[in-house]
């Protein structure tokens, strides 16, 4: 079955990107369609990344969403979905399992039985606004990281406290809407793709 989820602007958009992971563990297929105000609150391309599929961000040209700055940061947030497949594992594919990732099959299990890594999930790439952090967050990260372009943004220090707010509140859609209001121009972002050197690249 194919589901089309339109996402409006307010600031409980980011609560879609958890819909969307729910209908399709349920096995539906979701096509997420975005109004202008929406891509304010949350960038087309978490969607997109959810559901492998190019996001509706105009009435007549499907797939009109640009890529932007999330995508390393969503990446991080894969991690937890190898962990949750380790529930699935017998004890021979365990093994194989962490000699593909060259570390002790007593780690592979302590990390399959504690559901995440024994270090903080920190995610980084991207993260401009407080409704970035509590997507992230709500998508399973455990904290963020906001690189040195954030003074870059019109108002640095409330950028800075209001993106803490929203990754310690993130399920908190009141205090989400307290900390985002007034900010101002976030920092500008440049297209993952377009840089000619990634630092996660280095030396590959």
Do not use: W
Not at 63 to 85: C, D, F, K, R, T
Not at 111 to 133: I, K, S
Not at 176 to 185: A, D, H, P, R, Y
Request: with cysteine; hydrophobic share 45%; glycine share 8%.
């Amino acid at each position: 079955m194919k589901i089309a989820l339109g996402v409006s602007g307010c600031i409980a958009a980011y609560k879609a990107a958890e819909l969307v992971r729910q209908l399709q563990q349920e096995g539906l297929a979701v096509q997420v369609v975005m109004t202008r105000h929406a891509q304010e609150f949350i960038r087309p391309l978490t969607f997109a990344a959810l559901t492998g599929k190019k996001v509706i961000t105009e009435m007549f040209e499907a797939g009109g969403g640009a890529p932007a700055n999330l995508e390393s940061a969503i990446e991080h947030i894969g991690v937890a979905q190898e962990i949750e497949a380790l529930k699935k594992m017998t004890p021979q594919k365990l093994k194989t399992y962490a000699k593909e990732q060259r570390t002790s099959v007593e780690l592979v299990k302590k990390v399959r039985d504690l559901q995440r890594l024994p270090v903080v999930t920190f995610v980084a790439g991207g993260v401009a606004t407080p409704a970035d952090a509590a997507l992230l967050m709500a998508l399973g990260a455990e904290g963020v990281f906001v690189g040195s372009g954030i003074f870059k943004s019109k108002d640095p220090r409330r950028f800075a406290e209001a993106i803490v707010q929203a990754t310690v509140h993130y399920k908190d859609a009141k205090m989400l809407t307290e900390v985002s209001t007034g900010l101002g121009m976030a920092m500008p972002g440049l297209e993952i793709t377009t840089l000619p050197t990634k630092m996660q690249e280095r030396g590959l």
